[in-house]
Each structure stands twice: as C-alpha cells, then as structure tokens.
C-alpha cells in the first residue's frame, strides 16, 4: 500500500504543530529531566557518571550501525510502501542480534581494558537495550515521515516520566549507576510499545531486498555520516576515561550533558522537524528558503539567550544545585556552552543539505573534521578536561562554515542572510545581559541560591520584554503567534 503525499497546506500546518509539539513539550519536561539530573548527581557520584559514560559510548554506537541510514531515507524518499517499513525493520533486528551477543563476550575484556570491574555486567545488561529498540525504529520513522511529532512528543513526555520515577525510586534505594541503566531499560521498552500503537505499524520479519536498494543509497551515507557524528560525541569520553581516569570522565561528561541539554531539547528536535519538512518541499527552493529562514532565526532567538545566560550562571548554577564537589567542571561547562551554541546554529544547515540529497558532500565534511578533532584529543587530552572541550569548539565553528560554503554551492543563500537571520538572537542576548549587569550592582543578597534564582527570573524576564518591543520583522512571524494564544 501507498504512502499517502501530503500537500504544502498540510506541511505548513503540520510543521507549526511539530514545532509547537516537539519543541514546547520536551522543553517543557526538560526541566523535570534536569531536576533529575541534579537530584541523580546529589545521590551518585562523579564515578558512577564515568562508568555510565564510558557504557552508553559504546552501547550506542554499536546500536547506531543497525540503523544504515534507513530511517532517514524512508523520511526523504518521496514514495514508501508498508515493505520498505518491514524491510527497515528486519535488518534493524538482524544487525541488533548481532551486537546484542556481541556485547555478551566481549564486556569482560572492556571491563579489564579499563579496569572497572562493574562494567562487565552493567555492559551485559545494558546491551538488551539493541533488542528493544529495534521494534521501534520502522514505526518512529513512519511517524516522523507524517510529521506527527505532535504525538512523538507525547510518547517522549512517558518516556522521561517512566525514567524519572524508575532512576529517583533506585538510587534512594542504594543501587548506584544501575539505577540510571535500569531506568533507560524500562522507559525504552514503554516508548516502543507506544510508538508501535500509535503508528499503528506492528513490525513484521517481511524483508523486501528491492525496497532495501531504494534506501541504500542516502542510508549508506546518512550511515556513513552518523558513525562519524557519534564518533565525534563519542571519541572524547574513551580517551579521557582512559587518560585521565573515572572521575574527570565524570566531570567532563556531566558538563557535556548539561551543556548540551537545550541544545538536544530545542535545537536538535527543530532540526528533526526541519529535514521533515525540508524533505517534502525540497522541489519548491522559494518555499524552502523561505522555512530554512525562520529555522535559523527560531535557533537564534532561543538557543543565543539560553546558553549565553548559562554562562551568566555557570559557576553559582553549579555550586546551588550541583554541591561544591562538582566545581572542577565548571569551565568545561561554560566551553561547552559555546560550543553546543554553534551547533544549533549548523543544524538547519546539516538538515537542508540533507533534503537536498547532498549528503555525500556533507558527510565527507563531517568525516575530515573529526578526524582532524580525533587527532588534536589524543595529542592533547593529557593537558585537561578543559582543552579537551576548547577542541569541540573549533569543532563546531569548522562544521559550521563549511557545511554553509556546501549549502550555498547548490543554494544560493549568502553569509549575509545567514547573519540576518542570526542577529536577533545576538540583540535580544545583548539586551538581556545589559538588565542582569545592572541588576547585579544593586543586588546585594548572600544568599546564592536566591541569587540564582533571581538572576534567571530577571534574565526571562527582560528577554521576554525586549523580544515583544523590539521592532524586528524577523520576529513577527513568532509575535504574532504569541499574540494571538494570549488573547485566547
């Protein structure tokens, strides 16, 4: 049977429903999974984070080779059938079995390799999460191809619930790290079979190699191009647990975690929604450059004041919800935030590049960047934590400038629309941090968590004013919105 076409009206619809949906929800539990985070980071300490690390590095980039790019491809594709469903499916499980019994015999050699002994079992355990995942890649991704975000939204809001409730209700009880692998065991077993139900696409083993050719092509390099992303998140945390030991990888990895988590939850999920979008308009270049505009500004005007205000409150953020013992990470957190930063600037980019079947081109660029950030790690990992980060950030900057220089050689937009659609952020930004200097030289309380707390409402609450009185056109799109939902 047919996927059905959907037309530009329902793209328009569906897209503002995807952002409100994907964005606004998970934002929204955001804040419930960063209290976890801290409450989590109160209980356990800096190691249990580092045998996490140094697990989910490894287990999830075994578990991305079962995708080969399939996912995307059914996304991109402008006709699927139920067979290219199923086919998905049956190599997804089929590669998933493999590294399921894969990681069986060989956790005991990592958990010698790094000399922690609990890794053996947390691996063998942790491994079932290839099973279970498997049954629920073909249905996200048909979801994801109707841009029915709105409900990928709902089943994520479970998730976090279901992992939330799991992890707190363990650690009280004394289980350390498993708590956290427990947690993700179970709350991935719910999101699979909620996704099954609502896609309404139960898996079947029907492999169509025809349909697995169609796919072949953009799968094997969105493939190509993700093992060199994972590779990229991934390469830092093994040579640090192996440099420098558990307990820096538990400072770097919860400053990498926290800085990057408004990225993951707003710029990330708006780039998912992008490629969607991108994907069924990418025969219309005016209509496409006209949502690749409001893409890029919708970034700007929430990722530049987010993470410029987490700088602003990097150090008493940390001392508040964290505990002093956490201030070793402090200037990685505050690194990474520049970082992540300039990724959520990239991912627009990366997602209309995509669309537009240059994902060749934009996976090449990926794969010489990160070797060239693989050799600068192993070269420098030894001088700390910190210079670690500061290689991300060149990371990032390069990715950005060249995965733009790819856009504009088939898609003509220029460095001056890119700035344009940048600088409102950059403004609002600007105007928030004016208020929190001035508020700062007449707050005189002691108290650091009424600091902190002050500091974030004062910063909302002048980005909130500047936001609806600046007279930018850019942001009429978003005022009017706003608007019109506080009038109702």
């Known amino acids: 049977m047919s996927d059905e076409d959907i037309s530009t009206e329902n793209v328009a619809y569906k897209t503002k429903q995807s952002i409100l949906w994907y964005t606004t929800v998970p934002f929204s539990i955001h804040f419930l999974r960063f209290a976890n985070s801290i409450f989590l980071a109160r209980i356990l300490s800096p190691s249990d984070f580092g045998i996490i690390g140094i697990i989910t590095v490894i287990l999830y980039y075994c578990d991305s080779f079962s995708h080969f790019g399939f996912g995307k491809a059914?996304?991109?594709?402008?006709?699927?059938?139920?067979?290219?469903?199923?086919?998905?499916?049956?190599?997804?499980?089929?590669?998933?079995?493999?590294?399921?019994?894969?990681?069986?015999?060989?956790?005991?050699?990592?958990?010698?390799?790094?000399?922690?002994?609990?890794?053996?079992?947390?691996?063998?355990?942790?491994?079932?999460?290839?099973?279970?995942?498997?049954?629920?890649?073909?249905?996200?991704?048909?979801?994801?191809?109707?841009?029915?975000?709105?409900?990928?939204?709902?089943?994520?809001?479970?998730?976090?619930?279901?992992?939330?409730?799991?992890?707190?209700?363990?650690?009280?009880?004394?289980?350390?790290?498993?708590s956290i692998l427990i947690a993700m065991l179970i709350a991935q077993s719910v999101y699979t079979i909620l996704v099954i139900a609502t896609a309404k696409l139960i898996p079947h083993f029907?492999?169509?190699?025809?349909?697995?050719?169609?796919?072949?092509?953009?799968?094997?390099?969105?493939?190509?191009?993700?093992?060199?992303?994972?590779?990229?998140?991934?390469?830092?945390?093994?040579?640090?647990?192996?440099?420098?030991?558990?307990?820096?990888?538990?400072?770097?990895?919860?400053?990498?975690?926290?800085?990057?988590?408004?990225?993951?939850?707003?710029?990330?999920?708006?780039?998912?929604?992008?490629?969607?979008?991108?994907?069924?308009?990418?025969?219309?270049n005016a209509e496409l450059e006209r949502y690749f505009s409001r893409?890029?500004?919708?970034?700007?005007?929430?990722?530049?004041?987010?993470?410029?205000?987490?700088?602003?409150?990097?150090?008493?953020?940390?001392?508040?919800?964290?505990?002093?013992?956490?201030?070793?990470?402090?200037?990685?957190?505050?690194?990474?935030?520049?970082?992540?930063?300039?990724?959520?600037?990239?991912?627009?980019?990366?997602?209309?590049?995509?669309?537009?079947?240059?994902?060749?081109?934009?996976?090449?660029?990926?794969?010489?960047?990160?070797?060239?950030?693989?050799?600068?790690?192993?070269?420098?990992?030894?001088?700390g934590i910190e210079v670690v980060a500061l290689i991300i950030v060149i990371y990032n900057v390069l990715m950005l400038i060249f995965s733009f220089l790819l856009l504009n050689l088939h898609f003509h937009i220029g460095w001056g629309k890119l700035f344009r659609s940048l600088y409102p952020g950059f403004l609002l930004a600007g105007g928030m941090v004016l208020a929190l200097f001035i508020f700062n030289q007449i707050n005189i309380t002691k108290f650091q968590s009424l600091r902190l707390v002050l500091d974030v409402l004062v910063g909302s609450v002048s980005y909130f004013i500047f936001f609806m009185a600046l007279p930018l056109k850019d942001l009429n799109f978003i005022r009017k919105r706003i608007i019109n939902r506080i009038s109702l």
């Open 295 to 383: 893409m890029v500004v919708l970034n700007s005007i929430i990722m530049v004041p987010a993470f410029i205000g987490f700088l602003w409150v990097a150090e008493i953020f940390t001392v508040v919800l964290l505990g002093e013992k956490w201030l070793p990470m402090v200037y990685s957190l505050k690194i990474f935030a520049v970082a992540f930063l300039v990724r959520s600037f990239t991912n627009p980019i990366i997602s209309i590049n995509f669309a537009k079947a240059k994902i060749k081109h934009q996976t090449i660029i990926r794969i010489i960047l990160t070797l060239l950030m693989i050799v600068g790690i192993l070269k420098f990992a030894s001088y």
């Open 206 to 284: 029907r492999l169509d190699i025809k349909c697995l050719r169609e796919m072949f092509h953009f799968g094997m390099w969105d493939f190509v191009n993700a093992q060199f992303a994972l590779l990229s998140e991934s390469v830092d945390k093994l040579v640090i647990g192996k440099v420098l030991g558990a307990s820096a990888l538990g400072f770097y990895d919860k400053a990498l975690g926290l800085a990057r988590m408004p990225h993951d939850q707003i710029s990330q999920r708006l780039s998912h929604v992008s490629f969607s979008t991108f994907s069924r308009l990418k025969h219309d």
């Open 74 to 178: 059914i996304v991109q594709k402008d006709v699927v059938t139920e067979n290219h469903f199923y086919s998905f499916f049956c190599f997804n499980f089929t590669v998933s079995l493999i590294f399921f019994v894969g990681a069986q015999i060989s956790a005991s050699s990592i958990a010698q390799f790094y000399a922690i002994q609990e890794l053996e079992n947390a691996i063998r355990v942790f491994s079932l999460l290839f099973l279970i995942t498997s049954f629920s890649v073909s249905p996200k991704a048909k979801l994801t191809r109707k841009l029915e975000f709105k409900t990928l939204a709902i089943i994520e809001a479970a998730k976090v619930g279901v992992s939330m409730a799991t992890s707190i209700s363990l650690a009280l009880n004394g289980y350390g790290f498993w």
